[in-house]
């Protein structure tokens, strides 16, 4: 369950106000079914979800945990900037 509490709070707090919030928005508005982006949504968050769990499984065994973090720092940072 904790794992489950800190996935949530994390993807919940970083995905506020992300552009797939502005799509499904913009999306709405044009007169799309709620009930259909909404469900097509979740399985385009659910299939890339389990491709970055299977992904980061493989990837833990086959590079140290330290680069993956730094790398991931350095990406987020990047992107920031260029943002």
Request: net charge positive.
């Amino acid at each position: 369950m904790k794992s489950l509490f800190i996935a949530f709070g994390a993807i919940f707090l970083a995905e506020l106000g992300d552009k797939t919030q502005l799509a499904i928005l913009a999306m709405r508005s044009k007169g799309l079914s709620g009930w259909g982006l909404f469900f097509g949504a979740m399985l385009a968050f659910t299939v890339l979800t389990a491709i970055a769990i299977l992904f980061g499984g493989w990837l833990q065994t086959k590079v140290p945990v330290e680069v993956i973090q730094k790398v991931a720092a350095g990406s987020f940072m990047l992107i920031g900037v260029l943002t």
